[in-house]
């Protein structure tokens, strides 16, 4: 009987009809955007965790506040993303990300800006503007900024007494920057070689005409005195009741290389108002060799420029010699500042004035509150010119559109900072409603013609336009996500290209090998596909079309065989490689440390391992199956189930009859 031969075929058509529709779904699966059939995809890779610090560093900055923001008390999720999409749109948000990414200290730069930004909010930014005009009254901003911020620096450590005195000097100065340069020269001294001008600051306090000692000084400083000499004179002048007719007597006897000297000696004494103080004085100079010092040089050389200069010379002296009892760096960082901010300076007049109104401005209580968060913000830069031009830009757009940056000014304010940073694992529990929030897609699945994309809670899923075979650029995908998403004005402001996503290692280096292995997966996804059918159309013809005695042709059969088999072949490879290429991608993803996950998709795995077990057991039963070679000879298995025909059964009961009778027979 056929029945044994029938059921074969009738279930190795269903296996491999089901295997043709299975891997039909699991092909298809990979170029639908509609459920359940877009659930069918090679890999889902998970990103909701991804390092952003490491990925993207100038992110950095903004996470750290984003996080301390997030952590304060009864934070409002909706209404701090909602602030910082309001400043998104504003010109205020370069600015605010430059003023971050040049912080050393991103807590206490946000700090000074809750108190900087509102001011300029309310128009109370007086400081900020004060910043502004000496911006444009300079030649070299960038000399500018730097010396503002040395100012700044050290506006809360310089005594205000011997601010005021230098500002004095600057004042009465006919060259300011020459003044603030001799002066800078002078503090930047020990106090052991600023002592050597103590006999100097004297003969000038007893002096009647301080440009005749000036000069009479400077000869002096510049002539070299032997010792011996100079101890002569100074018996000469101490033993004599009249020490001006005695030099006028001793000039005729000296060489005339001394002549400018004694000249220089009795110009001292004719304009001093204490004669034998000032000879115990110089005799003081003569004796420690403060003539013949190179500091002391130095010095006397910048306190000439400062008194040639100076309309009021007993100011210059007085106020020098106070200065130079200060021995704190703070005031020498305050000249040095006061230099460059002079000698950028197209008008030193204007300049002093805006330099004077900060100094004033800085009494009050608003004004001092400004000036130390503006102290603050500098002191915490890594860039001060940077800094102050992004404050400036700042407080322009703020003063423009206030009302798109008040919310995030609020927001700012709830938050309580700390200088601790801020951990990775409270990074990691972040970055997924960040990522939400921003509209930034976080889980990727791939498929062989589409890549789809969801947040991180499973919701929002969209696929692109079914195309060539779907690559696994790690950059391309991270970037054009981020590019597309409410995250977008941040990467422009920040000036972050696709290349500045740091993305190296393992998973990068293999990137070139995951499109062959796609391309394979879909070629014998195809070939099974075809020959999976052309199988299952013989197996149709085997049950309905036989030869006279019931056996399929040998060569037909052994082509459904080979192709049964070359289906389940292609179905095992397309599975391995799949497997094979995702445990690739979860091992590298590990080894680079990005915080990434990657896992098989269940559906197609299914789906081809399940086609894969239907097609080899059809082969199986096709094997089993019995047929007649070319030369009409019966070929299979001998434990084939039953007669494989009518015409098979009815020789066997003739054969069984005809034994009978013969048996018959013998025995009568």
Request: some cysteine; charged content about 15%; proline content about 3%.
């Amino acid at each position: 009987m056929i029945i044994g031969k029938q059921v074969f075929l009738a279930v190795c058509t269903l296996f491999l009809f089901t295997a043709f529709i299975l891997t039909i779904v699991a092909t298809a699966g990979s170029s639908s955007n509609y459920s359940p059939i877009n659930k069918v995809y090679l890999g889902e890779a998970d990103l909701s965790h991804i390092n952003v610090t490491k990925v993207v560093p100038a992110t950095a900055p903004i996470l750290t506040v984003l996080a301390q923001i997030m952590g304060a008390p009864n934070a409002s999720y909706p209404r701090i993303f909602n602030a910082l999409k309001s400043a998104s749109q504003t010109a205020a948000l370069k600015p605010l990300l430059g003023l971050l990414a040049d912080s050393s200290n991103v807590t206490s730069t946000v700090g000074a800006l809750t108190v900087l930004a509102p001011l300029a909010a309310q128009g109370n930014s007086a400081q900020l503007q004060e910043v502004g005009e000496l911006i444009e009254n300079s030649n070299n901003v960038s000399a500018t900024l730097g010396g503002l911020g040395m100012l700044l620096e050290t506006a809360n450590s310089t005594d205000a007494s011997s601010e005021a005195l230098v500002f004095e000097l600057l004042e009465d100065s006919n060259n300011a920057t020459e003044t603030v340069q001799s002066l800078y020269t002078l503090n930047n001294m020990s106090l052991a070689e600023k002592a050597q001008l103590a006999p100097v600051f004297a003969i000038f306090n007893d002096s009647s005409n301080a440009t005749a000692t000036l000069y009479a000084l400077g000869t002096l400083m510049t002539t070299n005195i032997s010792s011996s000499m100079a101890s002569s004179l100074m018996s000469l002048l101490e033993n004599s009741a009249s020490p001006a007719s005695a030099l006028e007597q001793l000039a005729g006897s000296l060489p005339a290389s001394m002549n400018a000297s004694v000249t220089a000696l009795e110009t001292l004494l004719s304009s001093s108002n204490n004669v034998n103080g000032t000879i115990t004085v110089l005799g003081e100079l003569l004796e420690q060799n403060v003539t013949t010092s190179p500091s002391a040089q130095a010095a006397f050389g910048a306190l000439t420029v400062m008194l040639m200069e100076a309309n009021n010379k007993t100011l210059v002296i007085d106020s020098v010699a106070t200065l130079a009892t200060s021995s704190g760096s703070s005031t020498t960082a305050q000249l040095g500042g006061l230099e460059s901010l002079l000698s950028a300076s197209e008008n030193t007049t204007e300049t002093l004035s805006i330099l004077e109104e900060v100094q004033s401005s800085n009494s009050s209580s608003t004004g001092s509150t400004a000036i130390t968060a503006l102290y603050s913000l500098i002191g915490n830069s890594t860039n001060s010119t940077g800094t102050l031009m992004s404050l400036l830009e700042l407080t322009s757009a703020v003063q423009a559109n206030s009302t798109a940056f008040i919310p995030l000014l609020q927001v700012l304010g709830t938050a309580s900072y700390n200088s601790s940073a801020v951990s990775p694992e409270a990074l990691y529990e972040i970055t997924p409603i960040i990522m939400d929030n921003l509209n930034v897609h976080s889980l990727y699945r791939l498929s062989i013609f589409t890549l789809c994309r969801g947040l991180s809670n499973g919701s929002s899923w969209s696929c692109n336009s079914p195309h060539a075979v779907q690559s696994f650029y790690m950059r391309d995908i991270l970037y054009d996500e981020l590019d597309n998403s409410d995250f977008r004005p941040y990467m422009q402001a920040l000036n972050i290209g696709k290349d500045d996503l740091y993305l190296e290692g393992k998973l990068q280096s293999k990137e070139k090998d995951y499109v062959p292995a796609v391309r394979a997966v879909l070629a014998f996804n195809l070939l099974a596909i075809i020959l999976s059918f052309f199988t299952v159309v013989l197996a149709l013809y085997f049950m309905f079309k036989h030869t006279a005695d019931g056996k399929p042709n040998f060569c037909a059969m052994w082509t459904a065989r080979t192709f049964a088999f070359l289906t389940a072949l292609f179905l095992l490879l397309s599975g391995a490689i799949v497997a094979a290429f995702v445990r690739i991608i979860k091992t590298d993803t590990k080894d680079d440390d990005y915080n990434v996950t990657f896992a098989m998709g269940s559906a197609f795995s299914g789906l081809v391992w399940a086609a894969f077990a239907l097609a080899f057991i059809s082969f199986i039963l096709l094997l089993m199956v019995r047929c007649r070679n070319r030369k009409g000879e019966v070929v299979g298995e001998k434990n084939d189930i039953g007669p494989s025909s009518s015409d098979e059964a009815e020789g066997s009961e003739k054969d069984h009859h005809q034994a009978n009778v013969v048996s018959t027979n013998d025995t009568a």
